[in-house]
């Protein structure tokens, strides 16, 4: 992290955003100011509370493009979440607290799974030993009686019950070429179904869920039940086992609740569906309600999840909003104070269409040539091409609902629609894309804006 520099930051998103250069820039202070906070003396690092930004702007401009790529980019644990979603204290629904656990469970997932890749390799070699020890059980002169017949070493060999050293490494070097992978064998797995029960209780139904499931799972033994499965698929259900169990679980977790409170992301989006403060008829969840539930949570505090207490009190907060009915300052005060970076993202125009549909890594021209490459068709667009989908673009967003870059999408389905239907027996394997072949494509169906209303 403290090699990435604001501007480094901003060339980086340079490379999956077209234009919104304010906005990059403020999320760019905010990342860093987080790495500069870590450097200050420790009394003074709780002091530095992260600047919380709000982003304006209409649908499809690269809102919550920005703050993914961003979490991304820093390996910042990052949870996205609608505000619409969350519902007053008393009414049945998802409570604010439940977006920190599910970014707590996120990071606990991803941590764990970096572990188990980490210790593969060892995992790898404690799997073969098992399944050797399947493979060849001990004799009865030895004690248990075998459940599984010997392996044959050849056609034409006897059975052997020898478990000596000789044998054991013949069937390793067998296993390692691949020459026992079509044996089936019998394995005991761990049944992971355990019964469902859900319980309603003011600290939310989700932990109270979480927490019944986690007693119960420690009263009841664990139950396993016997497959019969490959040689193959079974090396990798044991080196999944063994890897799962060379993890430090305690330090995973104590890992992910330090990460989430130092370096974690929470992005809401429609934020601006629970501003204002108009009153309706009904039994309705107020939007204010939902603000004030959500203050605290910005502010600072403590949410109890089941790895751990979680402080929110340096968690980056990045709302987003269209604010086409509603405006920031409709939001109640003391959220607003929590949200002191405010940054306009700015409408697209053809001129930034055209740089979409070509200049970043994941461009949809791009897309839609791997896509059709795999059919052995090679298609290319013209310049002229690429500019009449922007002007088409900006033209339906104009007298229909403006989607943003998102247009873009609806535009270039219904545009190769046929490609992508005749692709596999397609006799002309070069087609070329001009303004004539989008013309003849789309035109008919944006002169009538009825047609493009419903199909674009």
Known sequence: ?????????????DKYIIGQKDAKKSVAIALRNRWRRRQVEPDLQDEIAPKNIILIGPTGVGKTEIARRLANLTDSPFYKVEASKFTEVGYVGRDV??????????????????????????AARLAEERLLDILLPPSPKTGAPAEN????????????????S???????????????????????????????????????????????????GNLMPKSTKRRKVSVKEALKILTQEEAAHLVDMDRVKTDAVEMVEQSGIIFIDEIDKIAGKEKSQG??????????????????????????????????????????????????????????????????????????????????????MALLRTEGVDISFTRDAVEKIAAIAV????STENIGARRLHTLM????????????????????????????QLMDIVKNEDLSRYIL
């Open 97 to 122: 607290e439940s977006m920190i656990r599910d970014l707590v469970e996120l990071t606990v997932n991803s941590l764990k799974a970096r572990q188990q890749e980490a210790v593969q390799e060892k």
């Open 283 to 368: 039994p309705e969840v107020s939007k204010e309600g939902v603000q004030r539930d959500l203050l605290p949570i910005v502010e600072g505090s403590s949410v109890p999840t089941k790895y751990g207490i979680v402080k929110t009190d340096h968690i980056l907060f990045i709302a987003s909003g269209a604010f086409h009915v509603s405006k920031p300052s409709d939001l109640i005060p003391e959220l607003q104070g929590r949200f002191p970076i405010r940054v306009e993202l700015t409408s697209l125009g053809a001129d930034e269409f055209v740089r979409i549909l070509t200049e970043p890594k994941n461009a949809l021209v791009l897309q839609y």
């Open 166 to 216: 000789g044998t054991r490494e013949k069937l390793r070097t067998m296993l390692r070429a691949g020459k026992l992978d079509t044996r089936q064998i019998d394995l005991d797995v761990a049944d992971k179904s355990s019964p469902m029960v859900e319980i309603f209780s003011n600290t939310g139904i989700e932990e109270m869920g979480i927490n019944v499931k986690d007693m119960l």
């Open 149 to 164: 017949k010997p392996i044959q070493l050849s056609d034409h060999s006897a059975q052997t019950q020898d478990t000596g």
């Open 395 to 398: 033209d339906v967003n104009a």
């Open 413 to 440: 389905e219904k545009l190769l629609e046929d490609i992508l239907f005749e692709a596999p027996d397609v006799a002309e394997p070069k087609i070329r894309i001009d303004a004539a072949f989008v013309d003849k």
């Open 1 to 13: 992290m403290k090699d990435l520099k604001p501007r480094e930051i901003v060339t980086e998103l």
